[in-house]
């Protein structure tokens, strides 16, 4: 099965992190995940990164260090899944494509339902800032 590069960005307010909802009509619609996509062809990962917020949240962000990189089987696809943490430079999130965006405490996690390539971060946010 062909793997796809997806990246992500871990994005933090104070003790809170930017979380998005999925559009209904997309595959695991609904579900939170962290913002991002796919990265096309000849595309560097952070380049990726920055455009796919711009499109999805219409933010300019500054991809830094990787958070963590997993590699994740759905039944449809199976994604190499590359978190960044970033920061916002320039907007303020809206909603393009998502469906709504929240801004968690690692605590609230647990209340909230996450793509499954999410559940290993989130345990290591817990881990980490819980």
């Given at each position: 099965m062909e793997i796809?590069?997806?990246v992500a960005?871990?994005?933090w307010d104070g003790d809170?992190?930017?979380a998005c909802q999925?559009?209904?009509h997309k595959a695991r619609g609904l579900l939170w995940e962290f913002v991002g996509g796919k990265v096309e062809k000849g595309e560097s990962k952070e380049a990726a990164l920055v455009r796919e917020c711009k499109e999805e949240l219409d933010i300019i962000v500054e991809p830094m260090d990787i958070y963590m990189e997993l590699?994740?089987?759905y039944p449809d696809i199976t994604v190499?899944?590359?978190l960044f943490n970033a920061?916002?430079?320039e907007g303020e999130p809206k909603l393009l494509e998502h469906n709504d965006i929240k801004w968690l405490t690692p605590a609230e996690i647990p209340l909230y339902d996450f793509c499954p390539a999410d559940e290993e971060i989130l345990s290591r946010i817990?881990?980490?800032r819980g």
């Open positions: 796809i590069d997806v960005a871990l994005v809170k992190f930017m999925r559009p209904a590699v994740h089987e190499r899944l590359t920061v916002i430079k817990i881990a980490d």
